[in-house]
């Protein structure tokens, strides 16, 4: 299963991004201390990992410390041996999807039906990993959820909210 992983790091000069390789690491810890590798003295530092246009996993260490995890779908821990590395031990799905679908991004112009909700989607872990950060798990959930909305799209919207949109597009365009 093909994947993006992209790191952004925040210290006292702003933000900055490095695409990380997970291949060949083992635990959840390992991922961890790759992320810590890519600006230890990091105030801030999230991993966005992207895998099949599908799933997303959000990753956030404050100060090197305090891992906490997020999966937009449970399922992705049944697809893949990285999936079920980062959000397999995730058992408990995310709490607040009514107040998600209330939040969620409104559809076409021409529409005034709101947009399908992914019936299958399975979130997992903390939903709140982005809240002190202007995107509550309602919103977070929100974008998740919502049928068609890619894991890119996903990761483009959270990095516009925190100020890193062009740091992470500039990954993806090497």
Do not use: N
């Amino acid at each position: 299963m093909s994947y993006f992983a992209a790191a952004v790091v925040r210290d006292e000069s702003g933000w900055t991004a490095a695409e990380v390789s997970l291949r060949g690491v083992t635990d959840i810890d390992e991922v961890a201390e790759r992320l810590r590798d890519v600006d230890p003295d990091a105030d801030l530092s999230l991993l966005f990992v992207e895998a099949e246009d599908a799933y997303l996993v959000i990753l956030r260490l404050d100060e090197g410390e305090d891992l906490r995890v997020f999966g937009s779908d449970s399922a992705y821990a049944e697809e893949s041996r990285l999936g079920a590395l980062l959000v397999g031990d995730l058992k408990a799905s995310v709490t607040g999807l009514d107040e998600a679908e209330e939040a969620r991004p409104a559809g076409g112009d021409e529409e005034s039906e709101q947009p399908a909700v992914d019936p299958e989607a399975d979130p997992v872990g903390d939903a709140d990993i982005l809240a002190d950060l202007g995107i509550p798990s309602a919103k977070l959930l929100a974008l998740c959820i919502h049928e068609g909305m890619l894991p890119a799209d996903v990761t483009a919207e959270i990095c516009t909210v925190l100020g890193c949109a062009d740091e992470v597009e500039e990954l993806r365009e090497v």
